[in-house]
């Protein structure tokens, strides 16, 4: 049973660390589509004349 349990313990930090890496990875991206957002607001025609077409 105490190994069980240290199993137990370890996935939930490996878990835990997952989530952490999970949301600081979702925030880098949020913060890149709204650049990118801002960024087509200041100049959008820089975004569709590089469009091929």
């Known amino acids: 049973m105490p190994g069980s349990i240290h199993r137990t313990e370890l996935a939930l930090q490996r878990t ?3 989530l952490a ?3 600081a990875l ?3 991206i949020r913060t890149a589509v709204e650049a990118a957002d801002r960024l087509m ?3 959008p025609l ?3 004349g590089g469009r091929a077409g």
């Open 16 to 18: 835990e660390e997952m």
């Open 21 to 23: 890496e999970n949301l």
């Open 26 to 28: 979702c925030s880098r």
């Open 41 to 43: 607001k200041i100049n």
């Open 46 to 48: 820089s975004f569709e």
